[in-house]
């Protein structure tokens, strides 16, 4: 193989996949819809058919996150504080309360996903492993997360069968099939796209995925005050 040739084949591979940065706009566009549809909308089955996409994407970005991130603590910081920084707004848009903890955004989902990670990563022994499952999952329940403990476990999937596709897609699958219902089997069309993921990061604009959370959901509280 020539120069020329081996160059043009290693830019092929190089453009082929989707980056991080584009799973993160599918993952943030679906949200939207589905946010829209949650919030003002709820009669358009369609909006949140489409939403589904969007927590299996985040789960495996946040895994993806956690095997490069440089301080996993710092990585769990920083979601926590914007857990807590959205928890108004998310309150506001979903339930008009000012606070309600009865459900809590999605940002603890995520959160207790990379705890999961850490805690089971720095155990060596089959019995320790275990009980972090059972517990850690049991968390998204305890303080009612988005998408609960089966939501814990589906990021947890994502971690553990990273380098068995197959495994990892039939067990996020069957999740979202059995655990969820019927609007959230439609979920599994999150897999096109992850399957697509190429390994590279993309443009950065990290706080701006971050910020967008609380913000539109701000946005669409007061949309709905005005209609």
Not at 106 to 133: D, E, H, N, P, R
Not at 153 to 179: D, H, P, Q
Request: hydrophobic share 55%; with cysteine; glycine share 8%.
């Amino acid at each position: 193989m020539n120069a020329q040739s081996a160059f043009s084949l290693e830019s092929r591979e190089e453009k082929f996949g989707l980056n991080s940065f584009a799973l993160k706009m599918i993952a943030l566009i679906t949200m939207i819809i589905d946010h829209i549809g949650a919030v003002l909308f709820p009669e358009i089955l369609i909006l949140r058919i489409i939403g589904r996409i969007s927590f299996p994407i985040y789960g495996f970005l946040v895994t993806e996150g956690f095997f490069h991130t440089r301080d996993v603590k710092k990585y769990m910081a920083r979601l926590l504080a914007f857990a807590f920084l959205s928890e108004i707004p998310f309150d506001l848009a979903v339930t008009g309360q000012v606070l309600e903890f009865g459900h809590q955004n999605v940002f603890f989902t995520l959160a207790i996903g990379v705890f999961f990670m850490y805690t089971y990563s720095q155990q060596t022994a089959t019995w320790k492993k275990f009980l972090c499952v059972i517990f850690v999952t049991l968390l998204g329940d305890v303080f009612s997360v988005d998408y609960g403990a089966w939501g814990v476990l589906m990021i947890f999937c994502f971690y553990v069968f990273r380098e068995r596709k197959w495994t990892k897609y039939i067990t996020v699958g069957c999740i979202n099939v059995l655990a969820f219902g019927y609007i959230q089997c439609w979920a599994v069309a999150s897999f096109l796209p992850i399957a697509l993921y190429n390994g590279k990061k993309g443009p950065g604009l990290k706080y701006f995925f971050y910020a967008i959370y609380p913000v539109h959901l701000l946005i669409l509280y007061f949309i709905k005050l005005l209609l």
